[in-house]
C-alpha cells in the first residue's frame, strides 16, 4: 500500500518528462517566421541599424526560442554597443541550446576578454580548438584577441605624474 503512491508518482512524472521532451523541436526545425525574421535583423544589422536590428532579433527569439542564431546575434549586436556582460550571457542562452555551437563558444571567449575574464577566455579557446579538431579562424581570432587582451578603461589609466605648477596668486587693486 506505501509504494502504490510512490510508485504512481513516479509513473506520472515519467509520463510528464516524456511527453514534453517529445513536444520539443530540434534544432533543425526552426520556425520559418523566426528565421525570416533573422534575416531581415542581419539586414538591418548591416546597414547600421542596431536598434531595429536588436528588436528584429528579439522578435525572432520570442517567435521560436530555440533560435540559437538569433541569441548569437543578439549577442553581437550587445557587443557592438560595448555591453560585453549582456552578451556573454546571450552566448550563454545559445550555448544552452547548443553545448558545442563554435560560433557562440568564440564569441563569448571575446566578449569575456572585453569584459576581464581572460582564464575563462582561454577555456573557451580550448574547447574551440578541440571542437574544430584542426585549424580554424574561430580558434585563430580569439587567441589574437586573449593575446591582445583586455581595453584598457579610463579608471585604469594612471593620472599624470608630475603636478602642473599653481597659478599664480591675482592681486585686487
Known amino acids: 500500500m506505501r509504494f502504490t503512491s510512490v510508485a504512481t508518482a513516479a509513473a506520472l512524472a515519467l509520463v510528464s518528462i516524456s511527453t514534453s521532451l517529445h513536444g ?40 521560436d526560442p530555440r533560435n540559437r542564431q538569433a541569441f548569437i546575434a543578439l549577442a553581437q549586436v550587445a557587443e ?61 581570432e580569439l587567441a589574437g584577441v586573449i593575446a591582445k587582451g583586455p581595453p584598457v578603461t579610463t579608471a585604469q589609466v594612471s593620472a599624470p605624474s608630475t603636478v602642473p605648477p599653481a597659478a599664480p596668486p591675482s592681486s585686487h587693486d
Open 24 to 63: 520539443q523541436r530540434p534544432d533543425d526545425q526552426i520556425d520559418p517566421r523566426s528565421l525570416a525574421l533573422l534575416q531581415q535583423g542581419k539586414a538591418a544589422r548591416a546597414a547600421g541599424n542596431l536598434d531595429g536590428a536588436t528588436d528584429l532579433f528579439e522578435s525572432a527569439v520570442t517567435v
Open 80 to 140: 557592438a554597443r560595448q555591453l560585453p556582460g549582456k552578451a556573454i550571457r546571450l552566448y550563454r542562452e545559445a550555448l544552452l541550446l547548443e553545448p558545442n555551437d563554435i560560433a557562440a563558444l568564440a564569441g563569448q571567449g571575446e566578449a569575456m576578454v572585453a569584459k576581464g575574464a581572460v582564464e575563462r577566455a582561454k577555456q573557451n579557446l580550448a574547447r574551440v580548438r578541440s571542437l574544430c579538431q584542426g585549424q580554424c579562424t574561430q580558434a585563430t
